[in-house]
């Protein structure tokens, strides 16, 4: 399989409506691609990040690469060995998130899969 055009990309635009408010939020976050139409996500520091836990509520979003919003849709990732596989596969595409890693020692890390 070839690399999807979006994969080199530094951040994409997570837009996820506000589970309370009902309000858009935007999101600016590290990604990596799983494939041609879809992305894997993570948040590790404190507790889940409010765009985790809005697309938990409502799993339709939004991803912006740079070129436009495209509608998709979101899932949590619930397997510990399939979150812990996410993580490393960020660590891999950002250096800096091996710091990270060192900061959220304790932390219960969140991941979720969104495909369009």
């Known amino acids: ?4 055009d979006f994969a080199n990309a530094k951040m994409l635009k997570l837009t996820t409506r506000g589970r ?3 309000v858009d939020r935007t999101v600016s976050i590290w ?5 041609p139409t879809r992305i894997l996500v993570q948040h590790t520091v404190g507790s889940p990040a409010q765009w ?10 939004s991803v912006d690469f740079g070129s436009g919003p495209i509608s998709a849709r979101a ?13 490393a ?3 891999r595409k950002y250096w800096s998130a091996w710091l990270i890693r060192l900061i959220a020692r304790g932390a219960t ?4 899969e969104i495909a369009w």
């Open 89 to 91: 596969r960020i660590r």
């Open 52 to 61: 985790y836990r809005n697309l938990v509520v409502n799993p339709e979003v």
């Open 1 to 4: 399989m070839t690399e999807p």
């Open 31 to 35: 990604f990596v691609a799983d494939g």
């Open 109 to 112: 890390p969140v991941a979720a």
């Open 75 to 87: 899932r949590p990732i619930t397997d510990a060995a399939r979150i812990q596989d996410v993580l």
């Open 20 to 22: 309370k408010s009902g």
